[in-house]
């Protein structure tokens, strides 16, 4: 077991943000819902730290705050009635917006509809450009630490990125470009 908790506290010191982070990204950005993933990823390693390879840890914190965090949102979809949805969305007050903010507001959702839609084909064809993605570019991990948690040398992650950018590029650039 850990020597007086001090390995541990030094692993949680290190590694908290970066669990918090993952835990936030895959469960739909919800701040109390990424905070107990957090606290349970860290129990869990507390437990079976002597079973794990100390030089994947990192991985192994990433890897389990992610799959928490996509059970817990794939569970929470199938929880939402549609009768209750319907109820709430009658009941947001109506406003009325000029014509500018109304095209603004389409070009927003069409862009959040296309960044899904990216993101989902990427997840389909390679879910290890995926994580190096969201890692890299949403999490603002530093690229040689996404590198270490994804157990790979800095090279072969800049590789990667470079892979998914032009796969991402060839497949909807016209598309992004158009929305201006």
Known sequence: M???NREFNEIYEEYKNLVLKAAYMYSGDNCDVAEDITQDTFLKLYVDFEELKKGNIPSWLFTTAKNAAINFEKKSKR???VGDREAFEENLPASESSEEEYLDNELEEERRR???RIFSDLFAKNKRWYDAIILAYYMDIPQAKAAEIMGMRIQAFHTMLHRVKRWIKK???VEYEEMG
């Open 2 to 4: 850990f020597t007086g």
């Open 79 to 81: 929880e939402i009635l």
């Open 114 to 116: 296309l960044h899904e």
């Open 171 to 173: 497949k909807y650039g």
